[in-house]
């Protein structure tokens, strides 16, 4: 368990839809990261969030948005869902500069059908 | 942009092979380049390099950075079946905190 809590595990859901993906960072870190791994693009960044802020921001559709709250959880949500969104979405937390990487959530496989 | 490469994309060895995977990166200001094992799912890490020609060794793992020429190797001695995984090379820069990463090495070790 690497302290770091993504729920659901899996989600299917029709396109056009909207979903949530949740994240818990491990204790004590404060920035969170998300990440979209599809088979074809390899682990790509979206979104930190730090302390409740935003932080950075990669190649994240306008469809995505994203969130922390005050105890740390984030949420990452995706709307007006299209096949292509299907991927793997990590969630990764680490104090503001980690000094050795990040620690990663086992990830939501969301599929989109 | 900041760019990883990673290479071979794929690699297919018997245990106790010995593997080298490849990675090299384009970044405006370099910070550190780091390596992660992904197995089913989480990536986890691997080692973290910031100095040019310092190994960093963990068992039968080991990387080393050439900052000059712009890659890191990771070597894997005496493969084992339990090494079957893909290897994630990511690269940080000065500013922020977010990691680009390659596209990864699939590793699979036959018996």
């Known amino acids: ?113 | 942009e900041d760019k990883v490469v990673q290479s071979p994309l794929s690699l297919v060895v018997h245990e106790g092979d010995t593997v080298t995977l490849n990675c090299s990166y384009e970044v405006t200001n370099f910070r550190s380049l780091l390596w992660y094992k992904q197995e089913k799912k989480a990536p986890t890490f691997l080692f973290m390099l910031t100095s040019s020609g310092i190994e960093k060794k963990s068992g039968r793992l080991s990387s080393i950075l050439d900052k000059k020429e712009l890659f890191s190797i990771l070597n894997i001695t005496a493969t084992q079946t339990g090494d079957s995984a893909v290897y994630l090379c990511a690269v940080k820069e000065t500013s922020g905190s977010r990691l680009t990463f390659g596209e990864g090495t699939q590793l699979t070790v036959n018996p």
């Open chain 1, 1 to 113: 368990d690497s302290g770091v809590t993504q729920t659901p595990k899996h989600l299917i859901t029709a396109t056009g839809q909207r979903v949530t993906l949740r994240c818990s960072p491990r204790s004590g870190d404060l920035s969170v990261y998300w990440y979209q791994q599809s088979l074809d693009q390899g682990l790509q960044f979206l979104i930190q969030y730090y302390n409740g802020e935003e932080r950075a921001k990669g190649n994240i559709l306008e469809r995505f948005s994203a969130q922390q709250f005050p105890d740390l959880h984030s949420e990452l949500n995706l709307s007006s869902l299209e096949l292509g969104d299907s991927a793997l979405y990590f969630c990764a937390s680490s104090l503001l500069e980690p000094g050795s990487g990040y620690t990663f959530g086992s990830g939501t496989r969301l599929t989109v059908v």
